[in-house]
């Protein structure tokens, strides 16, 4: 499965943004997805998951309240919306599938497919 990050941009502490990703060449509801960011100098983190069909989601603590993982299955998309942002939060976020059948991680090891990241700027 090919997937592909978009959405990010330049927003105000305290503001909001939703990344999408899109995903292709596979039946994206066999997949969980998940988001992670790496900001420079940093390793890259793991920000949220989702279940096949959305039934669980899973969130990093400190985005927990904050973010939202959803997917539309329809669409072939999974999507991060981010509110109250902070500084930082900015990062280049990822977009990441792994088979459903080995259900949620929230290590980056874990996942086999991989989209082009998006960055998130928030000024303060």
């Known amino acids: 499965v090919q997937l592909q990050a978009s959405g990010g941009g330049l927003v105000q502490a305290g503001g909001s943004l939703r990344l999408s990703c899109a995903a292709s060449g596979g039946t994206f509801s066999r997949y969980v997805m998940g988001w992670f960011r790496q900001a420079p100098g940093l390793e890259r983190e793991f920000v949220a998951a989702i279940t096949r069909y959305g039934a669980f989601t899973y969130y990093a603590d400190s985005v927990k309240g904050r973010f939202t993982i959803s997917r539309d299955d329809a669409k072939n998309l999974v999507y991060l919306s981010m509110n109250s942002l902070k500084p930082e939060d900015a990062a280049v976020y990822s977009c990441?599938?792994?088979?459903?059948?080995?259900?949620?991680?929230?290590?980056?090891?874990?996942?086999?497919?991989w989209g082009q990241g998006t960055q998130v700027t928030v000024s303060s």
């Open positions: 990441a599938a792994r088979p459903y059948y080995r259900s949620y991680s929230s290590y980056t090891a874990d996942y086999d497919y």
